[in-house]
């Protein structure tokens, strides 16, 4: 456990602060002027409840669509909404298969440089089609 960072009160704000600088950065890197942020179950990997909700409540406040579901993963989740994106930024391999030709997944490389992938990039990258991804990470993942 690390030590916290910021502290207001007697709550840690550390998780908060940085995903809202986090969110602020890709926001300016990528030029989003509006969006949905999903928090979904898998954020419970990373996150504990009173963090997500914080986060929550905060983009709220801040004007931003927020999708929060304990028990859908963000698959399920971008499944539902994908049809409305024209772009889907993520660190999740499983998203790619919603990219085609007029909707790029976009993935952090490193700091303000991402890579974007159309339904040819995930084929030029993978050797395979967008929605063969599931089946895909399932047989080369460990």
């Given at each position: 456990m690390s030590a916290p960072l910021l502290i207001a009160g007697s709550n840690d704000n550390t998780f908060v602060y940085g995903f809202l600088r986090d969110f602020l950065l890709l926001r300016n890197d990528l030029r989003i002027n509006a969006g949905i942020v999903v928090i979904s179950r898998d954020c419970r990997e990373v996150a504990n409840e009173q963090d997500i909700q914080n986060v929550g409540g905060l983009l709220k406040e801040l004007g931003v669509s927020v999708v929060i579901s304990e028990k859908s993963s963000?698959?399920?989740?971008c499944h539902k909404y994908?049809?409305?994106?024209?772009?889907?930024?993520?660190?999740n391999d499983a998203l790619l298969q919603f990219a085609s030709d007029n909707r790029n997944i976009v993935k952090r490389k490193a700091r303000s440089e991402y890579e974007f992938f159309d339904s040819d990039a995930v084929?030029?990258?993978y050797g395979i089609e967008p929605n063969k991804m599931a089946t895909f990470l399932a047989l080369t993942s460990s």
């Open positions: 963000a698959v399920d989740i994908a049809f409305k994106a024209g772009a889907i930024y993520t660190e084929k030029r990258k």
